[in-house]
């Protein structure tokens, strides 16, 4: 997802990438893969940077920028995003509050939740679950909302075998394995 970011940035113009993440370290991180993948491009690839500091990259030939921020109440409000990527949705603080906030940002952009497994929450009076990511995830998968369900299962990770499963069942509640 790094790389879409990088994408949306390097190829399309007036962009502007919005990553929330947990923590800000982990929104730093997912910047820096980003600056990462942006150096080990071919070097006519490279379109030059202006700013990169913990939390952002300005691509200003392209008058594009990707923003990586920590979840607090608001994140994202005020911004006019091309992308917002949802990073470890489902253990975000604020992950209601959030949604809500960045839906009017990306009236005609796009929104990609990502997220590993974290229980459902349980159900709320409105039927709903507890965790907005599962319970976006669930009505996905039913056709019940816009979102488009894409479960990347452990086998595609090199070196993740059966026996590797195996030890995170043994480890792991079986809905988070």
Same mark, same amino acid.
């Given at each position: 997802?790094?790389?879409?970011?990088?994408?949306?940035?390097?190829?399309?113009?007036?962009?502007?990438?919005?990553?929330?993440?947990?923590?800000?370290?982990?929104?730093?991180?997912?910047?820096?893969?980003?600056?990462?993948?942006?150096?080990?491009?071919?070097? +006519?690839?490279?379109?030059?940077?202006?700013?990169?500091?913990?939390?952002?990259?300005?691509?200003?030939?392209?008058?594009?920028?990707?923003?990586?921020?920590?979840?607090?109440?608001?994140?994202?409000?005020?911004?006019?995003?091309?992308?917002?990527?949802?990073?470890?949705?489902?253990?975000?603080?604020?992950?209601?509050?959030?949604?809500?906030?960045?839906?009017?940002?990306?009236?005609?952009?796009?929104?990609?939740?990502?997220?590993?497994?974290?229980?459902?929450?349980?159900?709320?009076?409105?039927?709903?679950?507890?965790?907005? +990511?599962?319970?976006?995830?669930?009505?996905?998968?039913?056709?019940?909302?816009?979102?488009?369900?894409?479960?990347?299962?452990?086998?595609?990770?090199?070196?993740?075998?059966?026996?590797?499963?195996?030890?995170?069942?043994?480890?792991?509640?079986?809905?988070?394995?």
């Amino acid at each position: 997802f790094a790389g879409i970011a990088l994408w949306y940035a390097l190829f399309r113009e007036n962009s502007n990438v919005v990553i929330l993440s947990r923590r800000d370290d982990e929104a730093k991180k997912f910047k820096d893969r980003c600056h990462y993948m942006w150096k080990n491009l071919p070097q +006519f690839l490279q379109v030059r940077i202006e700013k990169n500091n913990d939390n952002i990259l300005t691509f200003p030939e392209m008058s594009s920028e990707i923003n990586a921020l920590p979840t607090t109440l608001g994140s994202g409000r005020s911004e006019t995003a091309t992308i917002v990527i949802m990073d470890e949705w489902a253990y975000q603080p604020n992950a209601k509050e959030n949604y809500a906030s960045v839906l009017p940002i990306v009236e005609h952009g796009k929104l990609i939740g990502l997220s590993t497994a974290n229980g459902t929450g349980g159900k709320l009076p409105d039927g709903s679950l507890g965790n907005l +990511f599962a319970d976006l995830w669930q009505k996905a998968k039913r056709g019940d909302n816009s979102f488009l369900p894409i479960f990347i299962p452990w086998t595609v990770r090199p070196g993740r075998t059966q026996i590797w499963l195996d030890q995170q069942v043994k480890a792991l509640p079986s809905h988070m394995a």
